[in-house]
Each structure stands twice: as structure tokens, then as C-alpha cells.
T-cell receptor, first 113, second 115 residues
Framework: SQKIEQNSEALNIQEGKTATLTCNYTNYSPAYLQWYRQDPGRGPVFLLLIRENEKEKRKERLKVTFDTTLKQSLFHITASQPADSATYLCALDLTGGGNKLTFGTGTQLKVEL | DAGVIQSPRHEVTEMGQEVTLRCKPISGHDYLFWYRQTMMRGLELLIYFNNNVPIDDSGMPEDRFSAKMPNASFSTLKIQPSEPRDSAVYFC?????????????FGPGTRLTVL
């Protein structure tokens, strides 16, 4: 069955370092992939969208890559700050219909001083 | 815009009772989504609407769950009768166009506890 996998273990890094989160998917080639941030007690907030014909996308300190051969997306936060601590979710439309997103379980990031 | 509005923010009820969750999407958005989030299963799509019409309800767990969207500015998710396993955070989200990959804007969620 179609699946989205994110590292379920929390990622702890030191302030100033680059955080790298992974999203792997199986059995489908989505036209795009989205990344969301979720803080405790709040709904997810959209960060970035990358399309299948884009290898890389950047927004301020964020960078997303999309390798459709490996069926993997990497999400990087450079010069990480304690305020970046949150859970990060990747999401794909696994049906091809354009609007029905399936979310990964998320990876919790903790940036320590 | 105030964003997606959900009510109530917290609901505690007893098993067997009817629960109604409410959502007001962002004005002008034509897609509305209902999700459920638990530690075990993560964020799951229950149902989504386009222009007030249900498009896909394959994620609705059982007949005890129903959702309506009587107009463009209001939707409800009803659970009748509720069970302890329904305890979760329920999110409503909306998106703005009919194009592929549109950003979804989430509400703050309703935390439901069924005793």
C-alpha cells in the first residue's frame, strides 16, 4: 500500500547547526510534495511546496529537495534556532487528484542552546 | 482574515453522547477538509468538500461519523454516538483554488475527549 515515512524519533541538534529531516514515500510518483510545521496545541502551518520537476526549493533558511528516483524529500533548516523547535510534517497527494493530501507522522525537531 | 475558525476548542463528553464540531473556513476558499490527529495514527483525512459538495468521504471511520456543509462559510462534523476511541484532535482546513497542490490552512483544532 502507499506509504509516507518520516523518522519517528526526535531530532536534537545544537543551535546554529543545519537540521535535515527526511520524507520517504512508496508506490507512487506525486506531482508535488508539501512541508508543514506544527507547534504543540496548534494546527499545521504550510512552509514549502516542491513540484516533481523541481530539484530544490529555498525560502529564507529553509531548503527542500525532491528526488523522484529515490522517492525522497529532504528538508533542511540552516542556522537553526530554538524557535525552530517543532514537529515537521511532509504531505503528498497520493491519488493524483490534486487536493487530497496524505500526511507523514512527522519528525519532532528540538534545537538546543 | 481571521483564518479558519473552529469551535469548541475543547469538548469533554461521555460515551454515547452526540458531539458536533464546527468550522468556518477562510472566506473565498472553495475546499474544506476535516482531519483527525492521534498519537498512534497521526493526521488522517476524514472527508473533504468542494463548493459545499462532499467529494471524498473514504476516511470517515464509521457510520457514526457524518459531515455537512450547508453553505460556503460553515461545516459540521458530527459523531453519534461517541466512543472513547474517538478521542483525538479534530482539525478543519480550507484551501483557496481548484488547482493542484494548493496550500491548506488549518484551524486551531478541537480536542475531543470521550469518557
Amino acid at each position: 500500500s502507499q506509504k509516507i515515512e518520516q523518522n519517528s524519533e526526535a531530532l536534537n541538534i545544537q543551535e546554529g547547526k543545519t537540521a535535515t529531516l527526511t520524507c520517504n514515500y512508496t508506490n507512487y510518483s506525486p506531482a508535488y510534495l508539501q512541508w508543514y510545521r506544527q507547534d504543540p496545541g496548534r494546527g499545521p502551518v504550510f512552509l514549502l511546496l516542491i513540484r516533481e520537476n523541481e530539484k530544490e526549493k529555498r525560502k529564507e533558511r529553509l531548503k527542500v529537495t525532491f528526488d523522484t528516483t529515490l522517492k525522497q524529500s529532504l528538508f533542511h533548516i540552516t542556522a537553526s534556532q530554538p524557535a525552530d523547535s517543532a514537529t515537521y510534517l511532509c504531505a503528498l497527494d497520493l491519488t493524483g487528484g490534486g487536493n487530497k493530501l496524505t500526511f507523514g507522522t512527522g519528525t519532532q525537531l528540538k534545537v538546543e542552546l | 482574515d481571521a483564518g479558519v475558525i473552529q469551535s469548541p476548542r475543547h469538548e469533554v463528553t461521555e460515551m454515547g453522547q452526540e458531539v458536533t464540531l464546527r468550522c468556518k473556513p477562510i472566506s473565498g476558499h472553495d475546499y474544506l477538509f476535516w482531519y483527525r490527529q492521534t498519537m498512534m495514527r497521526g493526521l488522517e483525512l476524514l472527508i473533504y468538500f468542494n463548493n459545499n459538495v462532499p467529494i471524498d468521504d473514504s476516511g470517515m471511520p464509521e457510520d457514526r461519523f457524518s459531515a455537512k456543509m450547508p453553505n460556503a462559510s460553515f461545516s459540521t462534523l458530527k459523531i453519534q454516538p461517541s466512543e472513547p476511541r474517538d478521542s483525538a484532535v479534530y482539525f478543519c482546513a480550507s484551501s483557496g483554488t481548484s488547482g493542484e497542490g494548493d496550500t491548506q490552512y488549518f484551524g486551531p483544532g478541537t480536542r475531543l475527549t470521550v469518557l
